[in-house]
Nanobody, 125 residues
Framework: QVQLVESGGGLVQAGGSLRLSCAASGRTFFSYSMGWFRQAPGKEREFVSAITWNGGRTYYADSVKGRFTISRDNAKNTVYLQMNSLEPEDTAVYYC??????????????????WGQGTQVTVSS
């Protein structure tokens, strides 16, 4: 069982930066690949980024590539999403998720067993 708690969301102007954190409980955090997804009002949940269990591989949606960076610290049971050059289109609730597929960078929500409650990111123009 893994419990996930996101933090770091907020209101930022276009071009600004935010860093999201996702703190995980449980001794087996290191064995999970982790993902970030987002959901804007009236839209489906979409993949943002993923990282394998040891951080060896990272994956990004085309829309955030070059602007967002995912990382993890297994000693702290935490995964991060550094978001730079934010755009109004990035406005959404951001969720972190854990997948037992250790070396996967899956972009499919159904591959993730555990989800956080989400943190709101609002980018003003």
């Amino acid at each position: 069982q893994v419990q996930l708690v996101e933090s770091g969301g907020g209101l930022v102007q276009a071009g600004g930066s935010l860093r999201l954190s996702c703190a995980a409980s449980g001794r087996t955090f290191f064995s999970y690949s982790m993902g970030w997804f987002r959901q804007a009002p009236g839209k489906e949940r979409e993949f943002v980024s993923a990282i394998t269990w040891n951080g060896g591989r990272t994956y990004y949606a085309d829309s955030v590539k070059g602007r967002f960076t995912i990382s993890r610290d297994n000693a702290k049971n935490t995964v991060y999403l550094q978001m730079n050059s934010l755009e109004p289109e990035d406005t959404a609730v951001y969720y972190c998720a854990a997948s037992p597929m250790t070396n996967s960078g899956s972009s499919y929500p159904y591959d993730y067993n555990y989800w956080g409650q989400g943190t709101q990111v609002t980018v003003s123009s």
